[in-house]
């Protein structure tokens, strides 16, 4: 769900000193931000509404209709 550096910032699991880091470097970074909130907020806009999700699921369950099918025979 996160883009490294586009959407968040990763760490490594586990990692406090690499958590706090990035905390402390966006934390004084107001304009990364805000560019990481807009581009976040635009992912999981387009990624994640419910049209989406719905088309998805669609997708998954015909293709395990098909897969079912093909076993049947």
Same mark, same amino acid.
């Given at each position: 769900?996160v883009?490294?550096?586009?959407?968040?910032? /990763?760490?490594?699991?586990g990692?406090?000193?690499a958590? +706090?880091? #990035?905390? !402390? *470097?966006? /934390?004084?970074?107001?304009?990364?931000?805000?560019?990481? +909130?807009? #581009?976040? !907020? *635009?992912?999981?806009?387009?990624r994640?509404?419910?049209?989406?999700?719905?088309?998805?699921?669609?997708?998954v369950?015909a293709?395990?209709?098909?897969r079912?099918?093909?076993?049947?025979?």
């Amino acid at each position: 769900a996160v883009i490294g550096e586009v959407t968040g910032l /990763l760490v490594p699991p586990g990692n406090a000193d690499a958590l +706090g880091r #990035a905390l !402390r *470097s966006t /934390l004084g970074q107001m304009v990364l931000r805000e560019g990481m +909130g807009l #581009a976040g !907020r *635009s992912r999981a806009r387009s990624r994640y509404s419910w049209d989406r999700i719905a088309t998805d699921a669609e997708v998954v369950y015909a293709s395990a209709a098909t897969r079912e099918s093909a076993f049947a025979c």
